[in-house]
């Protein structure tokens, strides 16, 4: 993951260890550093309104991570995602109505839920490719989303399931800040996880099977078993992230996990940019405040109190929009343009990288 | 015998709807996600012709039709166009996007109230008696709606010199190229013709039952039928709009009024574990494993 060629300058590998190091450089280890004394300082300077963008921008970083995993590295498109989220949620919602479990309890559960839930999403991966896979994540989607309404309306909770904030020993997250570490350290593992996965065997062969299945097959890579360990590593991911969500809500109702969700995780890692981690965060990030900051651009139209029944639409407009705009123009995502600026400064004052030949 | 006519005309939306899903597949290899959108935008352009042509309800509707004939060109010429030869994948998910940009136009520019165009035109929905059972008469205008775009599509896509071109188009694109056919030409016109279809379902269906964003689902859970039948066969899409109305209604009927809308999906699943490629589709162009 981390040999992306070019370095700006000086560094060069001199054993095979360093290959397999995260963080190479003493410039890299600065950079972490101060970013992570940034996210820590964050809370106590943000307001209450910024620390909720906060969590769910993690909330959604867990999911989008998930399924780039799952689509922007083993190559298997999933269009149930809010399905996967749904199971989460009403994992956490029924143990904790039904049983009161605890918080230590729910989210282990969530994940061995996803874990299966994700074995059957993956089952038709086994015959189908591209868009016929599609299509049955998205038929699965809706049949988890029917059995969490129909849970709700028999057992009489037709309005929702309300959930109590968690407790991890003495301390009780209620409060925004403390949720804004639990949500963070929540996001750091799963991407350390998806870090250490992608430059381990297993994510090898998730590539090998994304660019081709019979080669994959022929280089000794156990094809079916690669690709439903995808579906099940994202799927009881996105499990955790839908039981934190029902968490940090306090409430879970099937309306929050319509199909319109689903494609926001699409949306996320095709803007954030397909193939890369950094890709599904920025991408995450960028979603999360989009309606915010239609919301933002909506109030300097002229009489904007009467748009403000519509701000829905407009959000649906807009990003449909900004979907369009960036599959036609900017296939590559927000990474894509990130690469582009970094690459113009350092190869500057050339424009081209050198060829493949003359590389070092 | 109610049950029967329910079917009937359940099937006869489905296969209506179904028929636009199966000739942009067919044609150009791009399942329109957004056709749910395009037949409740051409709903809702009936409303406005609607207003415009008060004294003449044939005259509103038949400029409905060919404003949405309009639209499914224009969006292939702006949008689809420029998806050609990308990944199909990029293809589909770019008319999921186009779906929610026109998911959220219409509720800017027509309000998201539940309207009724029937209303807007001064009809009245009658119940016909048949057989021992009601048919409401935009139910017997949707049946025969359907047969008459089914004889329609058989002929034009058997005889006629578009309908050829456009069946070459579909087994062999490079092929088609090089004699000559327009690509570019023969998907804007399948896109168009999807869309006219597509309105003329949804028109009928608001006029039978009113229209709102609902409309949406009802486009979807006509994808499975397209799907079951065999995604480029239009005798499949008939004969699955059958298979999934009969599912649906008979579950309604004696299992639980809930499960409607999960009905088509759980066939769909069915028919992906047991033969992806449908009922009557073609099997060697499939994308199989």
Not at chain 1, 281 to 308: H, Q
Not at chain 2, 211 to 231: C, E, N, Q, R, Y
Not at chain 2, 237 to 242: E, P
Not at chain 2, 247 to 263: F, G, N, T, W
């Amino acid at each position: 993951m981390s040999s992306r060629e070019p370095r700006a300058s000086g560094y060069f590998r001199s054993s095979y260890d360093q290959g397999l190091r995260l963080i190479e450089t003493r410039m890299q280890w600065t950079a972490l550093m101060l970013f992570l004394a940034a996210l820590g300082t964050f809370p106590f300077i943000a307001t209450s309104f910024q620390l909720d963008l906060a969590c769910q921008v993690f909330l959604a970083a867990i999911g989008s991570i998930a399924l780039m995993l799952l689509t922007g590295y083993a190559g298997q498109v999933s269009l149930g995602h809010a399905g996967l989220i749904a199971a989460g949620a009403f994992t956490a919602g029924i143990l904790f109505k039904e049983f009161g479990a605890a918080f230590w309890i729910t989210i282990p559960a969530a994940a061995v839920v996803g874990a299966l839930i994700g074995l059957i999403f993956g089952l038709p991966s086994l015959r189908l490719r591209g868009l016929y896979l599609a299509v049955s994540t998205l038929a699965l989607h809706f049949i988890v989303v029917y059995l969490g309404g129909e849970y709700e309306t028999k057992r009489g909770f037709s309005t929702g399931i309300m959930i109590d904030a968690p407790r991890i020993g003495d301390l009780l997250i209620r409060d925004r800040k403390i949720w804004y570490f639990v949500l963070l350290a929540f996001a750091a593992v799963s991407l350390l996880i998806s870090l250490n996965l992608l430059r381990s065997r297993t994510g090898r062969a998730w590539a090998a099977i994304r660019s081709h299945e019979t080669i994959a097959e022929a280089l000794g890579i156990g094809v079916p078993a690669h690709k439903l360990l995808a579906f099940v590593i994202s799927s009881s991911m996105t499990a955790v992230a839908g039981a934190l969500f029902a968490y940090y809500r306090g409430f879970v109702s099937v309306e929050a996990f319509s199909l319109f969700l689903s494609i926001q995780y699409v949306a996320m890692i095709i803007i954030g940019g397909m193939g890369s981690l950094l890709g599904a965060i920025l991408g995450a990030i960028f979603v999360t405040l989009l309606p915010y900051m239609i919301e933002y651009a909506v109030g300097f139209l002229p009489n904007a109190r009467s748009y403000a029944g519509m701000l829905a639409a407009f959000n649906y407009a807009a990003f449909g929009i900004v979907m369009i705009l960036f599959l036609v123009f900017e296939p590559q995502g927000l990474v894509g343009i990130w690469r582009r600026v970094q690459n113009y400064f350092l190869l500057w004052p050339f424009k081209q990288k050198p060829l493949g030949g003359s590389r070092k | 015998m109610q049950l029967a006519i329910n079917i009937a005309v359940l099937a006869a939306i489905y296969a209506l709807i179904a028929c636009g899903y199966v000739l942009i597949y067919r044609v150009s290899r791009v399942l329109n996600l957004a056709h749910g959108e395009l037949m409740m935008l051409s709903a809702y352009l009936l409303l406005t012709t609607a207003s415009l042509f008060s004294k003449n309800p044939l005259i509103a509707i038949a400029a409905a039709i060919f404003l949405s004939l309009c639209v499914g060109v224009l969006v292939y010429l702006f949008l689809m166009r420029r998806m050609t030869g990308e990944m199909v994948l990029a293809a589909v998910l770019t008319t999921v996007a186009l779906g929610v940009l026109l998911r959220g136009l219409v509720v800017l520019v027509w309000s998201a109230q539940q309207q009724n165009p029937a209303q807007a035109l001064g009809w009245v929905n009658y119940s016909i008696p048949v057989f021992g059972g009601r048919i409401s008469a935009a139910g017997a205008a949707l049946i025969i709606t359907t047969a008459l775009v089914y004889a329609g599509l058989f002929l034009f896509l058997r005889f006629s010199r578009y309908g050829i071109r456009m069946r070459a188009a579909g087994q062999n694109p490079l092929l088609a190229a090089q004699r000559g056919i327009s690509l570019h030409a023969i998907y804007a016109l399948a896109w168009g013709l999807s869309t006219l279809t597509g309105a003329l379902a949804g028109i009928l269906i608001s006029l039978d039952s009113g229209l709102d964003s609902t409309m949406v689902l009802i486009g979807l859970k006509a994808f499975p039928a397209a799907l079951v039948g065999g995604l480029d066969s239009l005798v499949g899409a008939l004969i699955g709009s059958l298979i999934i109305a009969a599912a649906e209604v008979l579950m309604i009927y004696y299992v639980d009024a809930l499960l409607s809308d999960v009905v088509p999906f759980l066939v769909l699943i069915l028919m992906l574990v047991v033969r992806p490629w449908g009922l009557f589709g073609t099997r060697e162009e499939l994308d199989r494993v």
